[in-house]
């Protein structure tokens, strides 16, 4: 199943890079993402505004995500 996954390509979807076992344990190298949800979430605290994030920023970010499980699906794989 890795092998699949390292080879699906998409602009919004980490790439694998690669897998290995190291002492027992499954390593995987992904791209490294530039942010996160909880990242901006502790700079939005950090600066004194209160509460989640706004819709109208989620939105595009939902979009994003709905096309690489789009592409996901349409090759037979599922997401969970």
């Keep these: 199943a890795l ?13 694998t890079h690669s ?4 002492a027992g344990r499954l390593v995987v190298v992904m791209e ?3 942010s996160s949800l909880a ?6 605290h ?3 505004t209160p509460g989640g994030i706004p819709v109208r920023r ?4 939902i979009g994003e ?7 996901l699906h349409a090759k ?3 997401h969970r």
Aim: glycine letters at 4%; proline letters at 2%.
């Design 46 to 48: 950090a600066g004194g």
């Design 76 to 78: 037979d794989i599922i």
């Design 3 to 15: 092998n699949v996954i390292r080879q699906v390509k998409h602009a919004f979807l980490i790439s």
């Design 39 to 44: 990242k901006l979430l502790e700079q939005r």
């Design 32 to 34: 490294l993402a530039d």
């Design 19 to 22: 897998f290995f076992e190291l």
């Design 58 to 61: 989620l939105l595009p970010w």
């Design 65 to 71: 995500a709905c096309e690489a499980l789009h592409h």
